[in-house]
């Protein structure tokens, strides 16, 4: 497993722009599909984005495409997520993940869940105000 840390969540209006980013441990970063999931209050924990270790295969919820960019820098560990256009109902505790993929088969799922992926960061929050 990688230990996973959040960082960059804000208060922010809506049509704002906001970068995500979580650093991870561990020696086998680079086969690990990584990803964002956001649980709003009163509701299940959903995936946003996700990205597969070479970078080449990426996964982004319906709400969020075009709007929402996930990118990896593989040397440094890191995992970005770049929200723009940013609107009320994205606000959520946003939450990093990752998964063993040595396959790069995550992202070409037509619909991921918290359960595919095994390890969790501590959350960031992002708040969207009208």
């Known amino acids: 497993q990688v230990q996973l840390v959040e960082s960059g969540g804000a208060l922010v209006q809506a049509g704002a722009s906001l970068r995500l980013s979580c650093v991870a441990s561990?020696?086998?970063?680079?086969?690990?599909?990584m990803g964002w999931f956001r649980q709003a209050p009163g509701k299940e924990r959903e995936a946003v984005a996700a990205?597969?270790?070479?970078?080449?295969?990426?996964y982004y919820a319906d709400s969020v495409k075009g709007r929402f960019t996930i990118a990896r820098d593989n040397v440094e560990k890191t995992v970005y997520l770049q929200m723009n256009s940013l609107k009320p109902e994205d606000t959520a505790v946003y939450y990093c993940?990752?998964?063993?993929?040595?396959?790069?088969?995550?992202?070409?799922?037509?619909?991921?869940?918290?359960?595919?992926?095994?390890?969790w960061g501590q959350g960031t929050q992002v708040t969207v105000s009208a």
């Open positions: 993940a990752a998964e063993r993929d040595p396959f790069q088969l995550l992202p070409h799922r037509s619909a991921l869940g918290p359960r595919d992926f095994g390890s």
């Open positions: 561990g020696r086998t970063f680079s086969i690990y599909t």
């Open positions: 990205i597969a270790w070479s970078g080449g295969s990426t």
